[in-house]
T-cell receptor, first 110, second 113 residues
Framework: DVKVTQSSRYLVKRTGEKVFLECVQDMDHENMFWYRQDPGLGLRLIYFSYDVKMKEKGDIPEGYSVSREKKERFSLILESASTNQTSMYLC?????????FGQGTRLTVV | GESVGLHLPTLSVQEGDNSIINCAYS??????FIWYKQESGKGPQFIID?????DKRQGQRVTVLLNKTVKHLSLQIAATQPGDSAVYFC????????????FGGGTRLMVKP
């Protein structure tokens, strides 16, 4: 089975901190995505990557950056966390036409 | 300022009844559609998919219908069970780099025993 692993289930960070959310997949997939999920808004795409060192902005990239130095790892970076970035963050890896999701990281910025 | 949370549309059904969850998609160029189920505390999980050259696809207890004329997708769950209680998302793929998926807002299904 494909496994997508996010490094933390729950995080609490202070306003202004730099935050790293890590995602690792074990099936050599090229395409990886970061979404945030907020009540009533569904899943919104932040960034995606279709190859090592390649990245594309999604619908809501402001306040975020990403890093894809190795194929299996896709990191989401909040350069200076703000309270409006409190959310559930989901990483996904796509193979062919199916998306596999991690379990999510619930980030609270205080 | 204070943020106001939005509420997901909710469908409440009796155990054993059939459920129909609807989704409107936005891009007429989308060629592939997926339904996901998300249980509390977990990431979304694939349920069933359909390509744009089809109008119906059946799985185990689930059927997806696609109406390209009105850009509408539905998920039918037969004999709904308590374990079906979850949030259901539709997603469309428009092709291009990255196989980018665009998700709908989600519908919460509540199954009453």
């Amino acid at each position: 089975d494909v496994k997508v692993t996010q490094s933390s289930r729950y995080l609490v960070k202070r306003t202004g901190e730099k935050v790293f959310l890590e995602c690792v997949q074990d099936m050599d997939h090229e395409n990886m995505f970061w979404y945030r999920q907020d009540p009533g808004l569904g899943l919104r795409l932040i960034y995606f990557s279709y190859d090592v060192k390649m990245k594309e902005k999604g619908d809501i990239p402001e306040g975020y950056s990403v890093s894809r130095e190795k194929k299996e790892r896709f990191s989401l970076i909040l350069e200076s966390a703000s309270t409006n970035q409190t959310s559930m963050y989901l990483c996904a890896s796509i193979w062919n036409t199916e998306a596999f999701f991690g379990q999510g990281t619930r980030l609270t910025v205080v | 300022g204070e943020s106001v949370g939005l509420h997901l549309p909710t469908l409440s059904v009796q155990e054993g009844d059939n459920s129909i969850i609807n989704c409107a998609y936005s891009n007429s160029a989308s060629d592939y559609f997926i339904w996901y189920k998300q249980e509390s505390g977990k990431g979304p999980q694939f349920i069933i998919d359909i390509r744009s050259n089809m109008d119906k696809r059946q799985g185990q207890r689930v059927t997806v219908l696609l109406n390209k004329t009105v850009k509408h997708l539905s998920l039918q769950i037969a004999a709904t069970q308590p374990g079906d209680s979850a949030v259901y998302f539709c997603a469309e793929r428009a092709g291009g780099a990255g196989n980018m998926l665009t998700f709908g807002g989600g519908t919460r299904l509540m199954v009453k025993p």
